[in-house]
């Protein structure tokens, strides 16, 4: 049980489509979020899943969907997981899902998200450093401080982004996604126990409260 250190081609054929990855970066809003939520992971994308078109087997792309700088584009891509890992300079890590999608969840899941990719939604980069900062989220009353985010998605940072899709797909319930940073969708109880390191730049890490978590607390 925990942490395991496996290869991507170890894990591929496990990957199910809704499965996140975590990542933790070297670069200076990377370092940022680590520093501001007290943990080693700085972003997550979740998995998407692609048949081969004109195939007459079952052969399928592991995708990966991610609100990042990629490919010269700042917001929603979609790109080859395998690409990610290789090129990657940092740790990763993959978080399997507790259950997989039904075939219902799973449309939901892929209208919303792939709607998100074809409309090329920007990074939304000063919602993702008030999610981080929590400190003065709650006020008396039930009044929120000046580091609380509303619901917003006419742009996407990291969690928010993969937050929102599995609200989407049922995976959790209702969800304020925009208050999510990567750390919290880490600790949410909707993974199975054992998760893998997939990258290792020096030495293990593991995420501190795994799969800890209720999603509702975020239901504010």
């Known amino acids: 049980m925990?942490?395991?250190?496996s290869t991507y081609a170890e894990?591929?054929?496990l990957m199910k489509p809704g499965d996140v990855v975590a990542f933790s970066g070297k670069g200076h809003f990377s370092e940022i979020i680590k520093w501001a939520t007290w943990a080693p992971?700085?972003?997550v994308g979740v998995i998407l899943q692609t048949k081969v078109m004109a195939d007459s087997t079952d052969r399928y792309f592991n995708q990966i969907i991610e609100s990042t700088s990629l490919n010269g584009f700042n917001g929603v891509n979609v790109s080859r997981l395998s690409d990610r890992v290789n090129s990657y300079k940092g740790d990763i890590w993959w978080l399997p899902l507790e259950s997989e999608m039904s075939v219902e969840a799973g449309e939901k899941f892929y209208d919303f998200l792939f709607d998100q990719a074809q409309k090329r939604i920007c990074y939304d980069m000063p919602q993702a450093v008030k999610s981080a900062?929590?400190?003065l989220d709650q006020l008396p009353f039930g009044l929120h401080?000046?580091?609380y985010n509303r619901e917003d998605f006419s742009k996407?940072?990291?969690s928010e982004l993969v937050a929102a899709g599995l609200e989407k797909a049922g995976v959790v319930g209702t969800v304020n996604a925009s208050?999510?940073?990567p750390i919290d969708l880490c600790r949410w109880k909707i993974f199975k126990s054992e998760y893998h390191q997939i990258k290792v730049d020096k030495d293990l890490k593991s995420i501190k409260r795994y799969?800890?978590?209720d999603p509702a607390q975020w239901d504010v």
């Open 2 to 5: 925990g942490l395991i250190q």
């Open 11 to 13: 894990v591929r054929e």
């Open 41 to 43: 992971v700085s972003h």
């Open 133 to 135: 900062v929590d400190a």
């Open 145 to 147: 401080g000046p580091g």
């Open 156 to 158: 996407f940072f990291c």
């Open 179 to 181: 208050e999510v940073t």
């Open 211 to 213: 799969n800890s978590l």
